[in-house]
C-alpha cells in the first residue's frame, strides 16, 4: 500500500536535491522527493484528482491525474510520477484532456451512481469532477451491476454501488487510524473494498468505529446512519492535523 | 422571424424535467413569440408531428413502446435535446437494472399491491397483480437514449435548474448548438 517513497530525514549531510524542470512551460523548481502533483499544486497549476487526499500515502489508482511527459510514449499519474533535472510536463494537452474524460465516464459506468438519490448529491468528488471535466453524458454503456449495501454497522454504511475504488477508506483506516479494518479482494473490475474477512462490517472485530472512513470517501459509498439525499458532508479537516500531530509525536515535523 | 418549432416529450421519468421547464416563469412569455410549440405533456396534440425544429426527450428509454417511438422522434426532429438524467444516464428509471424485470414486476403490482384497492368502495380486491396484455412489455434494463440513436444536446440533471434550461433554449434561438459544461451537473 505505501508506494510513496519514505521521505528522508534532511540534515546538512544529505540535503534533499533541488530540480528545475518545466510544468505546461512554466520553468519550476521541486525537492526530488515531491510528486510532479505536489510541484504543480504549489505553482498553481490545477490538475484534477480522485483517489489522492492530503495526509494519506498515493496509491495512482484513479488515473485522473495522468499527465504528459515529453519523450515517454505513456500518460503518466503525477501523484505517483516524480520529477527530473530538465523533464517537460504537461497538464492539459489534448490528449491528456481527452484521457481523463474517458477514464471519468468509465468510472461512472461501473457502478450504479444515480447522483439524484445519493446521501452526497452535491458534496460528491465524483459529481463535481463530472462538471468541472465536462462530463455532460456518457459514452460506454452503463454496466448496471448488481452490489449489495452492508448496513450491518450501527453507525455507518457503506452502498458499494457508490464506491469508485480509491482506496481512501483502506489508507485511512491503515495509515491513521492503524485498524486495517478494510481492504481491498477481488481483480479488476470485479474488486470491492472489504471489512476484516469479508464479513458484514458490523461483525467487524477489528473496526473501532471511528468513522474516519466515511469522511474521506470521496462519494456517497461510505456514510452516516440516518443521512438522507445530499445529506451527506463529509468533514476532512482532521487529516491533515492529525498527520501534523503525530509528526510532533516522532520528534519531527517533517512526516 | 419565423417561430422555432419545438416538442418535448417524456418517455420513462417522472415529469420533473418539464416542472422545472415550467419554472423558468415568466420567460415563458417572451419564449411563447419565439417558439411554437408542436407536440408535448404541455399541449393538447396528440400526434408527434412530421418534423421539429427542436425536441427535449425527458426519460429514459425503458419498454418496447419508447424503443420505437425514439427512432421516430429521432427521425422528425433536427435537433434532439437528452432532457434531464433519465434520458442521459438512465438515472431512477435505471434502478431496476439491477433486477430481472419479472422480479420487479413481481414486487411492484403483486407485494406491493393494496389488497384494498382506492375507490374499490373498501372491497377485497380478488386480482392479484394486473394483466399486462394492454401496456407495452418492459425492455429488461432502462437505458439512454443515445445508446439508441443520436442526440444532439445533453442538459444533465435531475431535473436541469430552470436557468440552465433557459442557457440551452437562448443559446438554440440564436442559432447556436449550446456548450452545457458548467452550468448543470447529474443528479439534483
Given at each position: 500500500?505505501?508506494?510513496?517513497?519514505?521521505?528522508?530525514?534532511?540534515?546538512?549531510?544529505?540535503?534533499?536535491?533541488?530540480?528545475?524542470?518545466?510544468?505546461?512551460?512554466?520553468?519550476?523548481?521541486?525537492?526530488?522527493?515531491?510528486?510532479?502533483?505536489?510541484?504543480?499544486?504549489?505553482?498553481?497549476?490545477?490538475?484534477?484528482?480522485?483517489?489522492?487526499?492530503?495526509?494519506?500515502?498515493?496509491?495512482?489508482?484513479?488515473?485522473?491525474?495522468?499527465?504528459?511527459?515529453?519523450?515517454?510514449?505513456?500518460?503518466?499519474?503525477?501523484?505517483?510520477?516524480?520529477?527530473?533535472?530538465d523533464?517537460?510536463?504537461?497538464?492539459?494537452?489534448?490528449?491528456?484532456?481527452?484521457?481523463?474524460?474517458?477514464?471519468?465516464?468509465?468510472?461512472?459506468?461501473?457502478?450504479?451512481?444515480?447522483?439524484?438519490?445519493?446521501?452526497s448529491?452535491?458534496?460528491c468528488?465524483?459529481?463535481?469532477?463530472?462538471?468541472?471535466?465536462?462530463?455532460?453524458?456518457?459514452?460506454?454503456?452503463?454496466?448496471?451491476?448488481?452490489?449489495?449495501?452492508?448496513?450491518?454497522?450501527?453507525?455507518?454504511?457503506?452502498?458499494?454501488?457508490?464506491?469508485?475504488?480509491?482506496?481512501?477508506?483502506?489508507?485511512?483506516?491503515?495509515?491513521?487510524?492503524?485498524?486495517?479494518?478494510?481492504?481491498?479482494?477481488?481483480?479488476?473490475?470485479?474488486?470491492?473494498?472489504?471489512?476484516?474477512?469479508?464479513?458484514?462490517?458490523?461483525?467487524?472485530?477489528?473496526?473501532?468505529?471511528?468513522?474516519?472512513?466515511?469522511?474521506?470517501?470521496?462519494?456517497?459509498?461510505?456514510?452516516?446512519?440516518?443521512?438522507?439525499?445530499?445529506?451527506?458532508?463529509?468533514?476532512?479537516?482532521?487529516?491533515?492535523?492529525?498527520?501534523?500531530?503525530?509528526?510532533?509525536?516522532d520528534?519531527?515535523?517533517?512526516? | 422571424?419565423?417561430?422555432?418549432?419545438?416538442?418535448?416529450?417524456?418517455?420513462?421519468?417522472?415529469?420533473?424535467?418539464?416542472?422545472?421547464?415550467?419554472?423558468?416563469?415568466?420567460?415563458?412569455?417572451?419564449?411563447?413569440?419565439?417558439?411554437?410549440?408542436?407536440?408535448?405533456?404541455?399541449?393538447?396534440y396528440?400526434?408527434?408531428p412530421?418534423?421539429?425544429?427542436?425536441?427535449?426527450?425527458?426519460?429514459?428509454?425503458?419498454?418496447?413502446?419508447?424503443?420505437?417511438?425514439?427512432?421516430?422522434?429521432?427521425?422528425r426532429?433536427?435537433?434532439?435535446?437528452?432532457?434531464?438524467?433519465?434520458?442521459?444516464?438512465?438515472?431512477?428509471?435505471?434502478?431496476?437494472?439491477?433486477?430481472?424485470?419479472?422480479?420487479?414486476?413481481?414486487?411492484?403490482?403483486?407485494?406491493?399491491?393494496?389488497?384494498?384497492?382506492?375507490?374499490n368502495?373498501?372491497?377485497?380486491?380478488?386480482?392479484?397483480?394486473?394483466?399486462?396484455?394492454?401496456?407495452?412489455?418492459?425492455?429488461?434494463?432502462?437505458?439512454?437514449?443515445?445508446?439508441?440513436?443520436?442526440?444532439?444536446?445533453?442538459?444533465?440533471?435531475?431535473?436541469?435548474p430552470?436557468?440552465a434550461?433557459?442557457?440551452?433554449?437562448?443559446?438554440?434561438?440564436?442559432?447556436?448548438?449550446?456548450?452545457?459544461?458548467g452550468?448543470?451537473?447529474?443528479?439534483?
Amino acid at each position: 500500500m505505501k508506494q510513496h517513497p519514505q521521505k528522508k530525514v534532511r540534515t546538512d549531510l544529505n540535503p534533499s536535491r533541488l530540480l528545475t524542470f518545466k510544468i505546461d512551460e512554466r520553468d519550476v523548481s521541486a525537492h526530488e522527493d515531491e510528486s510532479i502533483l505536489t510541484v504543480a499544486r504549489q505553482n498553481g497549476i490545477s490538475i484534477p484528482t480522485l483517489c489522492h487526499l492530503d495526509g494519506l500515502s498515493e496509491r495512482g489508482a484513479c488515473r485522473l491525474c495522468i499527465i504528459e511527459v515529453k519523450g515517454v510514449a505513456k500518460l503518466l499519474p503525477s501523484c505517483v510520477t516524480f520529477p527530473r533535472q530538465d523533464m517537460e510536463v504537461i497538464t492539459n494537452s489534448e490528449r491528456v484532456v481527452t484521457y481523463r474524460k474517458k477514464i471519468l465516464e468509465l468510472l461512472f459506468t461501473e457502478r450504479n451512481h444515480v447522483c439524484s438519490v445519493c446521501v452526497s448529491n452535491g458534496h460528491c468528488e465524483l459529481q463535481n469532477l463530472a462538471v468541472e471535466l465536462g462530463v455532460t453524458h456518457v459514452r460506454y454503456p452503463y454496466l448496471y451491476p448488481r452490489h449489495a449495501v452492508d448496513a450491518s454497522h450501527s453507525r455507518f454504511s457503506i452502498d458499494h454501488n457508490r464506491c469508485v475504488l480509491c482506496l481512501r477508506c483502506v489508507r485511512v483506516c491503515d495509515e491513521i487510524e492503524g485498524a486495517h479494518t478494510w481492504d481491498i479482494m477481488g481483480r479488476g473490475i470485479t474488486s470491492q473494498v472489504i471489512t476484516d474477512l469479508n464479513q458484514p462490517w458490523g461483525t467487524s472485530e477489528t473496526c473501532t468505529g471511528c468513522g474516519k472512513c466515511v469522511q474521506v470517501c470521496p462519494t456517497g459509498a461510505l456514510s452516516e446512519k440516518g443521512k438522507s439525499v445530499a445529506e451527506m458532508i463529509k468533514r476532512r479537516q482532521f487529516l491533515p492535523y492529525l498527520q501534523m500531530m503525530r509528526g510532533r509525536q516522532d520528534d519531527s515535523w517533517q512526516k | 422571424m419565423a417561430k422555432i418549432r419545438l416538442a418535448t416529450t417524456w418517455l420513462d421519468g417522472c415529469s420533473g424535467c418539464h416542472m422545472s421547464f415550467l419554472d423558468i416563469d415568466e420567460l415563458l412569455i417572451g419564449l411563447a413569440e419565439k417558439v411554437e410549440i408542436l407536440f408535448g405533456p404541455l399541449v393538447d396534440y396528440k400526434e408527434f408531428p412530421e418534423h421539429a425544429d427542436v425536441t427535449l426527450v425527458e426519460g429514459a428509454v425503458s419498454n418496447e413502446a419508447d424503443k420505437k417511438n425514439i427512432v421516430m422522434i429521432r427521425a422528425r426532429s433536427g435537433i434532439l435535446v437528452s432532457f434531464g438524467d433519465c434520458a442521459i444516464t438512465a438515472n431512477v428509471p435505471g434502478m431496476r437494472n439491477r433486477y430481472p424485470v419479472g422480479e420487479v414486476m413481481k414486487r411492484a403490482y403483486v407485494e406491493n399491491a393494496d389488497s384494498v384497492p382506492a375507490g374499490n368502495g373498501g372491497v377485497r380486491s380478488e386480482a392479484a397483480g394486473v394483466a399486462f396484455q394492454t401496456v407495452p412489455p418492459l425492455c429488461q434494463k432502462a437505458r439512454p437514449v443515445h445508446e439508441f440513436v443520436p442526440v444532439d444536446v445533453f442538459l444533465p440533471g435531475c431535473p436541469p435548474p430552470p436557468e440552465a434550461i433557459t442557457f440551452l433554449l437562448t443559446e438554440l434561438l440564436a442559432g447556436r448548438i449550446p456548450d452545457m459544461t458548467g452550468r448543470t451537473r447529474f443528479g439534483a
